[in-house]
Structures are given as structure tokens and as C-alpha cells.
């Protein structure tokens, strides 16, 4: 499955934002969204780039902040 994501970045308060466009081919259709950004956050890092911040918390698929 191909996954376009649409991720606001801006390094802080002060600073100006702006949405970046990740493409991510071959997801897998049983991950939940915190698996994917997981997986992007890695391929994010490979490259020296700087990962994506977000909020988890049990990864249990229990508070559902994963959207699992």
C-alpha cells in the first residue's frame, strides 16, 4: 500500500512552518498509523534527516493514540 502523509514541521515556536510531503510505498495495510510514522521516522534518520515528533503513549492499541 502507498501512503501519502501531510506532516506540519517547524522546529519551534519562533520559527516558521511548513508542510512537508512524505511518500511512503510498500506500508503494510495492518500497521496502525504509529507503526507508519515509526517506519518513517527510520527511513528519516538513514538519510540525516530530522525524525518526526509526535505523541504515544501504551502502543497497546488501549488509549488509542496509536489509531490502531
Same mark, same amino acid.
Given at each position: 500500500?502507498?501512503?501519502?502523509?501531510?506532516?506540519?514541521?517547524?522546529?519551534?515556536?519562533?520559527?516558521?512552518?511548513?508542510?512537508?510531503?512524505?511518500?511512503?510505498?510498500?506500508?503494510?495495510?495492518?500497521?496502525?498509523?504509529?507503526?507508519?510514522?515509526?517506519?518513517?521516522?527510520?527511513?528519516?534518520?538513514?538519510?540525516?534527516?530530522?525524525?518526526?515528533?509526535?505523541?504515544?503513549? /501504551?502502543?497497546?492499541?488501549? /488509549?488509542?493514540?496509536?489509531?490502531?
Amino acid at each position: 500500500m502507498r501512503l501519502i502523509l501531510n506532516i506540519w514541521r517547524q522546529k519551534n515556536a519562533r520559527s516558521a512552518g511548513r508542510l512537508v510531503r512524505y511518500e511512503m510505498n510498500n506500508v503494510n495495510e495492518d500497521m496502525s498509523m504509529l507503526e507508519a510514522l515509526d517506519v518513517l521516522n527510520e527511513a528519516l534518520i538513514v538519510k540525516g534527516e530530522e525524525p518526526v515528533a509526535f505523541e504515544h503513549d /501504551c502502543r497497546e492499541g488501549i /488509549c488509542g493514540s496509536c489509531a490502531s
